[in-house]
């Protein structure tokens, strides 16, 4: 797959024909005669190709006067693989728009975020998406503003505001210019026996999509097994975990389908609900594209019999990467169950208290801030360890160092290289599962260096980085392929 993809007219038009679902979010058919956009697997009766033009996302479909099918809903597809796999400055900026930065601080915050201006920012979005960041914001809004009119019995001034709209005009007008539907119009399509949550006041029930295959052994079985108490937990077939947000903080309880993954999203404020989503979207790697993945992985034999086994693994990421490069250091040189109570007593002593009334959670796993004043004598590792892990915390809490979706991967690893106790394998642990670099490499962990060996690939870490350039750009899921020879839990899916 390539950038652009809706240029390449001749493979647009096989795809929608074909209804291939894999081309989902990687762009948008928009018919002329009905002024209908679709995605690439409608069900409906593909259209005359010269009836067919492309855009490269739902919000250029929308500025371009297209309405959203009612039947495929195309604002409800995978997101684009692009924003997963790239660490270009439109990547960084669709990673942020996800994470609802325009609504929050406007496109001056997200021009900020990123080191550019806002002329740079919006000439780059519309070239190659055909809408700015106000319009890719707008379609955002749109489709929060549709589940919660489909999934919830909230009152529709309560939807505007908290999907992110600034007046119930806007809202009302935004919903019937781009699903051609009123919002009362829109609930009444829904059955009444729905998915929704009902009974648990701020509880959302929905489905994430994602591109098969998807194997979810890896996936949850990761998360589950090196899950913080009080903070995760595997409860009735689901991972649960306490997220932080910008405007309070949420549950999440999310249970592996054959096509879809649950999402039971417990929010303090609703307005969180599409950064809920979208993190947890990106902790579990649906976006992903596996059959690229898979098909290059496939050309080195010693691998090929691995992914054929278990197609469609995808790399176990995290909701909070500032969390997640604590947890890193906590588990230097230490198993999984000795990394999990570390984390634990600094959740307990740290963390922030909050109530869980369908399970066992207990806290938000500590801010940077709340763990700059640890005093490092109550840590109960080797004091260069300690070193490492107060250096990183104040760094953290004073904005020194800065790691976020829209970070750029090159000059994160440059920064956490520069501190003390960093070596190569924290670095690209933290690159790999918190700032989703998908060619993120272990070639010194223990694991790697023994499955290599079994397989009988080079074992010691030079020649087998050497052999390694051949999976560009998807290291990162060969180290999941790698890790799954092992019979340690990470590699199973809990009962």
């Not at 652009?4 to 291939?20: E, F, L, P, T």
């Not at 999310?254 to 609900?273: G, Q, V, W, Y």
Request: aromatic share 6%; proline share 8%; hydrophobic share 40%.
């Amino acid at each position: 797959m390539q950038t652009g993809m809706h240029i390449d007219r001749d493979r647009c038009v096989r795809a929608v024909q074909s209804k291939d679902a894999r081309f989902d979010g990687w762009f948008f058919t928009a018919v002329l005669t009905t002024r209908i956009y679709c995605r690439p697997s409608c069900p409906a009766v593909p259209p005359k190709a010269q009836n067919m033009t492309f855009y490269p996302s739902a919000a250029a479909c929308q500025q371009a006067g297209f309405r959203a099918c009612k039947r495929c809903r195309p604002d409800t597809s995978p997101g684009s693989p692009e924003w997963n796999h790239r660490a270009d400055l439109v990547a960084r900026a669709m990673r942020l728009i996800a994470d609802g930065i325009v609504d929050r601080d406007g496109v001056p915050g997200l021009a900020a975020r990123l080191g550019y201006s806002t002329r740079q920012v919006e000439r780059q979005l519309l070239a190659e998406l055909g809408a700015g960041p106000l319009a890719l914001a707008r379609a955002q809004r749109a489709q929060t503003a549709r589940l919660l009119v489909e999934t919830t019995a909230l009152p529709m001034a309560e939807i505007a505001f908290a999907a992110g709209f600034s007046s119930i005009r806007t809202f009302n007008d935004t919903v019937r210019e781009v699903f051609a539907l009123s919002p009362s119009e829109l609930r009444a399509r829904v059955p009444k026996k729905s998915e929704s949550a009902a009974g648990t006041p701020g509880t959302l029930a929905l489905r994430l999509p994602f591109r098969a295959p998807l194997n979810p052994d890896n996936l949850f079985g990761h998360l589950a097994a090196t899950a913080v108490p009080g903070v995760e937990e595997w409860r009735n077939g689901a991972y649960r975990r306490t997220l932080r947000l910008p405007y309070g903080h949420g549950i999440a309880a999310l249970t592996p389908r054959p096509d879809h993954i649950a999402c039971r999203l417990t929010l303090s404020d609703l307005r969180d609900l599409t950064v809920a989503t979208s993190r947890c979207r990106r902790m579990l790697d649906l976006d992903a594209d596996p059959v690229a993945v898979d098909d290059q992985l496939r050309t080195d034999p010693f691998l090929a019999p691995l992914v054929d086994k278990a197609p469609g693994r995808r790399v176990p990421r995290t909701v909070d990467e500032a969390e997640f490069a604590v947890r890193a250091v906590l588990g230097q040189q230490v198993s999984t169950a000795a990394a999990r109570t570390h984390a634990a007593r600094l959740v307990t002593a740290h963390g922030k208290p909050l109530d869980d009334p369908e399970g066992g959670l207990t806290h938000l796993f500590p801010s940077p801030e709340a763990l700059a004043d640890v005093d490092p004598e109550t840590l109960a590792m080797p004091r260069t360890r300690r070193t490492t892990f107060t250096t990183l915390v104040r760094q953290l809490a004073d904005g020194t160092l800065h790691l976020g979706v829209e970070s750029d991967w090159a000059e994160a690893r440059a920064r956490l290289l520069e501190l003390p106790g960093f070596g190569p394998w924290t670095v690209d642990v933290i690159a790999m599962r918190a700032l989703g670099d998908p060619d993120a490499f272990l070639p010194t962990d223990l694991g790697i260096r023994r499955a290599a060996g079994e397989l009988g690939l080079p074992a010691t870490p030079a020649a087998l980085t050497a052999r390694a350039e051949a999976w560009r750009p998807w290291r990162a899921y060969a180290v999941q392929y790698l890790w799954a020879t092992d019979s340690h839990p990470i590699n199973f899916l809990p009962v």
